[in-house]
């Protein structure tokens, strides 16, 4: 089993929809999770870090579910702009490892 | 800029050169990754240095892979004798002790012809 998994889609949804995203791991004893979004050929870029008690930031919010082994990204009001790929990732006491990403199409 | 910077951003290399990439993390961050990734694949992990000490290294990182760190501030990955297959983006990312945020740069990307 993949230490990191995600549905690598594409999601394609319509401007204004909700969509959401789950990134599953395989080591319970991961410490930390992260949401990065990448726009094709270009860096990772911090999207935001989830947290036990779940996160907001304006339309998205962020989920980690210990007990299953999961967390998610929700985006509400989905915008074209944020047509990307959103990676997952977790930390552990010395590295990050990261899913192969969900892409997301945003169609006007 | 305070971000993390590599360079260069690409780089087209004939199949058996030798070839240097450049990272400078965030100048606060102890912590520093070298990732690689290839079209449809999330970023893999190569290696990382606390300071200038060189802590893990990926079973991916062949015997013509090298890094360091020398003076626990930038850190160089030299690819010898390349290969085709070594086409691939390559990410150096830098952070606090973990659990802290990553930092990617924007990446040096690698064509080997």
């Known amino acids: 089993r993949k230490e990191v998994e995600q549905d690598p889609g594409p999601f394609n949804v319509p401007e204004g929809a909700t969509v959401a995203f789950n990134c599953t791991y395989s080591?319970?004893?991961?410490?930390?999770f992260f949401w990065y979004r990448q726009d094709c050929r270009k860096e990772p870029k911090l999207l935001m870090s989830?947290?036990?008690s779940g996160n907001e930031d304006g339309r998205f919010t962020a989920q980690l579910n210990r007990a299953s082994q999961y967390i998610s990204l929700l985006i509400r009001d989905s915008k074209l702009s944020d047509s990307a790929t959103y990676l997952c990732?977790?930390?552990?006491?010395?590295?990050?490892?990261f899913g192969t990403g969900t892409r997301l199409k945003v169609l006007a | 800029d305070t971000g993390v910077s590599q360079n260069p951003r690409h780089k087209i290399t004939k199949r058996g050169q030798n070839v240097t990439f450049r990272c400078d993390p965030i100048s606060e961050h102890n912590r520093l990754y070298w990732y690689r990734q290839t079209l449809g694949q999330g970023p893999e992990f190569l290696t990382y240095f606390q300071n200038e000490a060189q802590l893990e290294k990926s079973r991916l990182l062949s015997d013509r892979f090298s890094a360091e760190r020398p003076k626990g501030s930038f850190s160089t990955l030299e690819i010898q004798r390349t290969e085709q297959g070594d086409s691939a983006m390559y990410l150096c990312?830098?952070?606090?002790?973990?659990?802290?945020?990553?930092?990617f740069g924007q990446g040096t990307r690698l064509t080997v012809v």
């Open positions: 080591n319970s004893a991961s410490q930390s």
């Open positions: 989830v947290y036990s």
């Open positions: 990732g977790l930390s552990g006491t010395y590295k990050y490892i």
């Open positions: 990312a830098s952070s606090l002790v973990p659990p802290t945020e990553a930092f």
